[in-house]
């Protein structure tokens, strides 16, 4: 039952179908999507889908409150014949939205959307490619040029899946968070709202320097994909006229020139999360705090404080995620770029 069911998202899309404009754009965000528009429909259901069970993961921290409300509030014996109808949405939240939202976002994602984008890229891409001119193959690698088309599709789908993954999903979960804490006491969004700027901040500085070093990275890769892969083409010729030091040079140079640009992208990775683990220790104690003096004031019951906490580490978790995530999105971003600087040419003859 599940195979058919599989079999009929793996069939709503050709990857060898074609585009009715077959020149990919210039620019990066036109790039993705002249590829992400061939599948508006499946996105759009992703988008609706993830915002569900979003909702439904932000729901858990509410849950715990309200559990811890019922056992302080109800005597002994009474919590289901009182509370049934909660337990009911609780269970119904918990075994069949959520599981049902996941469910039906796994198989647009996996089955619709990513082998059927990552190969049709490619598909298109090679397909402009091919009919460039004789002077565009001999003024690069083969190898280099093989290596930007098969990228440009794994890099597209990651980066538009993992946009709505984390950042959508994020959006919706901080929205939810941020209206139920404002309803318990406003105070609790101060450390949040100071959070949210110095993350922002964060996120603002540390990504664009991700993207350049990632598109670096990528035309590092390519030439030294480049020169391996033209040396084994080139095999007969290495061998009757050239020498093992000298193309040993020659790739090597390639190779260190990788890992140069590797290691800028990795120090960029650690100052990242050095700060991140900081801000993240700040919010946690900052809530807690509030939350534990709201309660020890009366201002706050026991269920507001295990509603509060638990949205507080849930965020700091989250940011982790996100911000790994978002790194990720703008490396595959600049593999886009780099993409297609080389694609997206006009066919010259």
């Given at each position: ?93 918990v ?67 993992l ?62 994909t ?9 095999i007969?010729t290495?061998?009757?006229f ?41 919010l ?9 003096n ?54 010259a003859m």
């Open positions: 039952m599940l195979n058919r069911v599989i079999a009929w998202f793996d069939a709503r899309y050709s990857p060898v179908a074609l585009a009715r404009d077959t020149q990919p754009p210039m620019g990066v965000r036109n790039f993705i999507l002249y590829f992400v528009k061939q599948f508006k429909a499946a996105f759009a259901l992703r988008v609706v889908l993830v915002a569900i069970g979003s909702v439904a993961d932000a729901m858990m921290p509410i849950f715990v409150g309200l559990v811890v409300g019922m056992l302080s509030s109800t005597p002994p014996g009474e919590i289901f014949t009182q509370h049934w109808q909660t337990f009911l949405w609780m269970i119904a939240t075994v069949v939205i959520r599981p049902t939202a996941f469910l039906f976002d796994t198989l647009i994602r996996n089955h619709a959307i990513v082998p059927n984008l990552v190969d049709i890229a490619r598909w298109q891409s090679h397909w402009h490619v091919i009919r460039q001119s004789w002077t565009y193959f001999q003024n690069d690698f083969a190898g280099r040029i093989a290596n930007k088309i098969m990228q440009a599709g794994e890099a597209i789908e990651t980066a538009v899946n946009a709505i993954d984390a950042a959508w999903y994020a959006v919706v979960f901080v929205v939810v968070a941020v209206v139920v804490l404002a309803q318990l006491d406003w105070v609790l969004l101060v450390p949040i709202a100071i959070w949210l700027v110095l993350y922002g901040i964060l996120f603002v500085i540390v990504m664009p320097l991700i993207a350049k070093y990632s598109e670096d990275l990528s035309e590092a890769k390519s030439v030294m480049g020169r391996i892969v033209d040396s084994y083409t080139n007969h290495l061998k009757t050239s020498t093992d030091g000298h193309e040993d040079a020659y790739v090597a140079d390639s190779v260190v020139a990788h890992a140069v640009e590797f290691r800028k992208l990795m120090r960029v990775f650690t100052y990242m999360w050095s700060i991140l683990f900081v801000l993240n220790a700040g946690v104690v900052s809530i807690t705090w509030l939350a534990l709201g309660w020890n004031q009366g201002t706050l019951n026991a269920a507001a404080v295990a509603t509060a906490i638990p949205f507080a580490l849930q965020i700091m978790n989250m940011s982790g995620w996100i911000l790994e995530i978002g790194s990720n999105i703008f490396r595959q971003v600049g593999t886009v770029k780099d993409s297609m600087d080389t694609i997206a040419q006009p066919i």
